[in-house]
């Protein structure tokens, strides 16, 4: 699994791992040095020290220098053998451990005689040791400054990419007014990405502004005469004798316009993007939209031969986007009459939730993930319409944090069930 790291991070690691690849070859540089300058030291100063004395005469076989110096000789007459443990040496410096006591060892084989000067290794592993210590501390040392400082430099670098990513998140930098967020910054790459933002900040703006025009002049020009064709409809409704042909053909042309009427409605919510509570819009109980809906279908119902039966399991109501809510249950209204040819369809209410369920033939189960994009109709389409209906649901839902799902229903059928947002929900 891939972990993302931020910016700040990054930065840290990055000047962490420079100290630790810098300060350990410098360290390690620094330790072998003193190893190669100690044995060089070593070796000259015993080669020097047999010398003196092999010059001098020393004529005793065995010999302390000086603390931590002894000479073996051998091959004179008078002579001992040398110890087991010194034995079987080529000539040359050797490292030999005795009594867990580690000594730098010469052999020479000078005028028929053998010289075995041994030293004490014990101060200078001592100091090798405290000079190793204090070179690994001092590598701790800076990789743990490096960290303060990659901390520090990071919160200083990444502060104004922080305090530039809240000015661009809020919200009043949609407003027409807003300030420009360059002005803020220095010239350099955070000022130019400011400046970058101000830019497409301002296109934005600009088409916020010609969309709420739009809205408006829309929501304005096509309410009014649809208003008018409405209250028409209502004034030739009461002179028409009902019955009639032409009085059947008003009503569904009434009944057409109040559709339209709805659908601008909810388009023009949706396009001005009202926010998750519908502000801006009426709201209404859940109950007074489902019998709202159920009154206004009930004859639709009649006329293809079903039942529509609304089951009130509410125990507490809550306040909702009237056009919004009204629009979800319509269409899934709509839909379960359209596409049921025998039996009926239920409307389900249950707190914060609500069900349609028809008897009709329902949707395979391989199509139901695809029933709610746009365009997109089922395979028992009866030729009207072009697949908008369940999508704009789903819409309203997305928008309203709303819940949508498909099942099918016992013996058959769609069971759709909305669950609406909680947050949303206040009792009335």
């Given amino acids: 699994m891939r972990v993302e790291r931020s910016l700040a991070r990054r930065i840290v690691v990055a000047f962490t791992l420079m100290t630790c690849v810098v300060a350990g070859l410098f360290s390690a540089g620094v330790v072998t040095a003193i190893s190669l300058a100690e044995d060089q030291l070593v070796t000259e100063a015993m080669d020097r020290q047999l010398d003196f004395v092999i010059e001098s005469g020393e004529g005793a076989a065995s010999l302390r220098l000086s603390a931590g110096l002894y000479l073996y000789r051998s091959g004179a007459p008078t002579d001992p053998p ?20 580690e000594y730098e060892t010469l052999v020479r084989d000078q005028d028929g005689l053998r010289y075995v000067l041994l030293l004490d290794q014990e101060d200078f592993e001592s100091r090798e040791r405290t000079t190793f210590t204090t070179v690994w501390a001092g590598f701790a040392l800076s990789v743990a400054a490096a960290f303060a400082i990659g901390v520090t430099t990071a919160r200083r670098v990444i502060a104004p990419v922080i305090r530039l990513a809240g000015q661009v998140q809020h919200r009043d930098q949609l407003l027409p007014l807003a300030p420009p967020l360059a002005p803020d910054y220095a010239d350099d790459e955070v000022g130019q990405l400011a400046r970058a933002f101000d ?40 002179e028409l004798p009902a019955g009639t042909r032409a009085h059947e053909q008003l009503r569904r042309l009434q ?33 007074t939209i489902a019998e709202e809906q159920a ?55 249950e707190d914060g939730a609500f069900s349609v369920v028809d008897s009709g033939a329902g949707i ?18 009866r030729g009207d319409g072009i697949g908008l209906g369940l999508s704009l649901v789903q819409r309203i839902c997305q928008q309203q944090d709303w819940s949508i799902t498909l099942a099918e229903a016992e013996g058959g059928g769609c069971h759709f069930r909305v669950g609406l947002a909680p947050p949303g929900l206040t009792e009335i």
């Avoid at 040398?82 to 006591?101: C, K, N």
């Avoid at 057409?256 to 209404?284: I, P, Q």
Wanted: glycine share 10%.
């Fill in 255 to 287: 009944h057409g316009c109040e559709e339209m009427r709805e659908l601008v409605e909810t388009f023009l919510c949706l396009a001005r993007g009202n926010g998750r509570k519908g502000a801006g819009v009426a709201h209404a109980g859940l109950r």
């Fill in 364 to 381: 395979p189960e391989s199509e139901r993930l695809s029933i709610f994009q746009p365009f997109v109709r089922g395979g028992h389409s």
């Fill in 199 to 238: 830019n497409t900040l301002g296109q934005l703006r600009q088409a916020l502004q010609r969309e709420t025009l739009f809205t408006s002049d829309v929501s304005h020009e096509l309410r009014t005469p649809l208003m008018a064709i409405a209250s028409t409809c209502e004034l030739l409704l009461e």
């Fill in 295 to 349: 009154g206004r279908w009930q004859e639709e119902a009649r006329l293809r031969g079903l039942t529509l039966r609304l089951e009130d399991r509410l125990t507490t109501d809550g306040a909702y986007p009237a056009p919004l809510l009204r629009a979800v249950m319509s269409n899934l209204l709509r839909n379960a009459l359209h596409y049921t040819d025998q039996g009926g369809v239920r409307l389900i209410l």
């Fill in 82 to 101: 040398l110890p087991e443990w010194l034995r079987g040496l080529e000539p040359g410096f050797h490292e030999v451990i005795r009594d867990d006591v």
